[in-house]
């Protein structure tokens, strides 16, 4: 599965689980598949900013968003280097 596959997926999971929870019947299901709903857009989520790092070999993107991340570039530096999530262009 590549990581374009893997957000189609998440998102039609998603989808799913919405339209599903639409007819359930009883409260405890529904709640069930609320949930996965939320959990599978959240990690559609993570998904495309795991694909925009990837595609753009700079994790800035990522320190936008996180804020506290203990790799984040240091004043004067431009790209955290010892950041698990950054790719120093390797091609696959």
Known sequence: MT?????IHAEEVAEFS??????ER??????????????????AEWLKLLKRILDSGDC???????SQCRYAPRWGE???YNCPMFVRGEQE
């Open 3 to 7: 990581l374009d596959e893997a957000i």
């Open 78 to 80: 431009q790209v955290r």
């Open 26 to 43: 009883f409260y405890g299901e529904k709640e069930i598949k609320r949930k996965c709903a939320e959990e599978h857009r959240q990690l």
């Open 60 to 66: 800035n993107d990522c320190a936008l968003q996180n």
């Open 18 to 23: 919405d339209r599903e929870c639409m007819y």
